[in-house]
Structures are given as C-alpha cells and as structure tokens.
C-alpha cells in the first residue's frame, strides 16, 4: 500500500469510527412539551379528610392535577376514572416511580365540593386521590394559576347547575414546573405510557 493510499485508508477509517461512535451516543434527552410554560403556582386547599394542604406539601414529587366537580355528569368521572387506571397500571410496572407520582383533583364547584362530598367520590377512583377544595376565591385563584377557565351555568328549576371548565390533566414535575399534558381520551395504557415516559 503506497502512502497516498494509506493516507486515504486511515482517514476513510476515522470517519467510519467517528460515525460509529455518534451513532452509539446517546441522543439527547427530549425536552417536555410545556418546558417554560406559565403553569401552576403556590396554592393552599383544603383535602377530603379536612386537611390543609399546599403546593409545597408535594415538593419533590410528580403530581397529575385536573379540575373538574363532582356533579358532573359524564366528563369528570370518566376523565378520572381513565387516570386512576393509567396511574395503577404505571404502579403496577414501576412501584418505585409509581409512589412518586401523586393524583390531584381541584373542584372548580367548591358551593357543592366540601371535603365531606370529595371523600367518597375521589376514592371511587384511585386510593390516593386527593380531593381539593377551598374558598371561592382560594378556587379561582388556583384556576386562574393553572390555565383553567370554569363558569358556573343557571341553576335549573330542580335545583341543579353545571360547571363548565377547560378539561385538561397536566403532569407537573418535582419541581412544580409543568412537563406535559395527560392523554386520558388515550385511555389507561395511553396514560400509563406517558407516566413512563416523563418519570424518572
């Protein structure tokens, strides 16, 4: 081999090598759709046992927050119900990143939503749901922090009112910053998927 051909050889081979090595690189981590998204703040609410509970209560922690109210007729329970599944089907693959990821649900009908009314009805869909409620304005301030328009609907003659609201699940990281959007028209599996995905 004459030295013009050994040259092109060795250079043909660092290139090989080098293309193999990016290749075996790792690919950088991919950044979380809501990364520097105006979501979520400070909040204190009050749980289904009566408890006082901040934002801070769940530092360290991923937590799934959607808002909605018992009343609801179809879209809520079904929402929950699709969440609560994903989340065991997630603990059921991962107890360790499962115990990491706390369910929040926020009523934004805090009239009817006390404590005494979320117990029940959160345990219905998954056993460490917590129900939050507050102060009217304890509930739009919260709303307002997390992107959530709701509107009380007239009072019907028996009595009876919907709420509409914004229907959205955010996955917010230890840190209270939020990472991504809950899939629950996905289903359980869908949610399981993007819990193992976004949880470390």
């Known amino acids: 081999m ?5 040259s092109r050889f060795l250079l043909l081979l660092s290139l090989l090598l080098g293309l193999a090595l990016a290749a075996c690189a790792r690919a950088p981590a991919e950044a979380p759709p809501l990364q520097g998204a105006r979501i979520g703040g400070p909040f204190t609410l009050v749980d289904q046992n009566g408890r006082k509970v901040s934002d801070r209560d769940f530092a ?22 699709q969440i609560g599944a994903g989340l065991t089907r997630f603990e059921q693959k991962d107890a360790a990143r499962g115990a990491r990821v706390q369910p929040i ?3 934004v009908d805090p009239e009817r939503d006390t404590p005494a009314a979320l ?3 959160v345990a219905a869909f998954h056993p460490r749901l917590l129900g939050l409620s507050g102060t009217p304005e304890q509930i739009r301030a919260v709303a307002k922090a997390f992107a959530i328009f709701y509107e009380k609907q007239p009072v019907q003659p028996g ?3 919907g709420v509409n609201h914004t229907r959205l699940a955010y996955l917010m990281g230890p840190d ?3 990472i991504a959007l809950m899939p629950q028209d996905g289903g359980r599996d869908a949610i399981a998927k993007e819990l193992d995905r976004w949880v470390k």
């Open 105 to 107: 649900f926020i009523t």
């Open 119 to 121: 117990k029940p009805w």
């Open 2 to 6: 004459n030295q013009s051909a050994k």
């Open 60 to 81: 360290g922690r991923y937590r799934i927050v959607y808002f909605g109210y018992s009343h609801c007729p179809d879209v809520c329970p079904t929402d929950l119900q």
């Open 176 to 178: 209270g910053a939020p």
């Open 159 to 161: 009595g009876g009112y």
